[in-house]
DNA sequence: TCATTAAATTGTT
DNA sequence: AACAATTTAATGA
């Protein structure tokens, strides 16, 4: 039924790709390479010199900062299909964050050259970085503005709403693999209240859980409701 | 292909 | 945190 996810379709299927020509469209997929991080390994560490654009062909990873004492802070996940690390790319700063795979993954790396190179000749590499730029920001203010931190179901659908983006992964459908424990460790909620708040937003129409996935129905509802 | 087993995930307490 | 129930994946005949 799922087709496997490659590098290859990671780069066909990603909106930015889309109005490439195909001579272009060979020179990045010649220069981005693939590699494998095992569950619970670094994909990057803080501090450490931006050298590629990161996407994630297949698996999930987070953006986390821990502090020496060890507590760690989650800011985001990013599921298959999702690209992130533009900001310091731009910015030619150092890694702000640590980027660690929450299950077995294989990320995309496309170099530095490559990313500037499409920054200067692709519109529609522009708009895609544009839009998710954005869409961060968006998310990140709202969750400043909103008081709904507390309650299980607030975090569980931000938290969704966040991972499932269908504007930045038009390829992807409802459908997102991830289990209740990494939704846990995502928004930072137990494992059992994860269960509870996936059965009140069923209950509410926003989403359906299934084994090991969830799939979201209503994402303006999801977003909606941390608010 | 089917049956059995192990592993992962979920749902409840 | 512990437990049972359920689903998926792996194995071998």
């Given amino acids: ?81 999702g690209w992130f690390g533009e900001g310091s790319l731009l910015k030619d700063e150092p890694r702000r964050y640590d980027i660690v795979a929450m299950r077995d993954t294989r990320v995309a790396l496309m170099p530095r050259a490559t990313f500037q190179w499409l920054l200067e000749t692709s519109l529609a590499f522009n708009r895609y970085l544009l839009v ?3 869409e961060r920001l968006g998310q990140f203010i709202g969750m400043v503005e909103t008081e709904r931190f507390h309650d299980p179901e607030g ?10 983006n269908p504007q930045l992964s038009p390829g992807i459908g409802a459908r997102l693999e991830i289990s209740q424990e990494e939704i846990g460790l995502l928004a930072g909620v137990s494992r059992q209240r994860v269960n509870q708040a996936l059965q009140a937003l069923e209950r509410a129409g926003l989403l359906s859980v299934e084994y090991g996935a969830v799939s979201v129905l209503d994402l303006e509802g999801l977003r909606a409701f941390g608010s």
């Fill in 1 to 81: 039924m799922e087709p496997p996810r490659t590098l290859s379709s990671l780069l066909s299927d990603a909106g930015w790709a889309r109005d490439l020509a195909p001579a272009e469209r060979e020179r990045v997929a010649a220069e981005t390479i693939e590699r494998r991080v095992a569950s619970g390994g670094y994909v990057c560490r803080k501090g450490e010199p931006v050298d590629h654009w990161i996407g994630v062909v297949d698996g999930l990873v987070k953006m986390a900062n821990v502090t020496p004492e060890g507590k760690s802070t989650t800011f985001t996940g990013v599921p298959a299909g």
């Fill in 132 to 134: 998710q730029l954005n």
């Fill in 155 to 164: 975090r569980v659908a931000r938290c969704l709403a966040m991972l499932y």
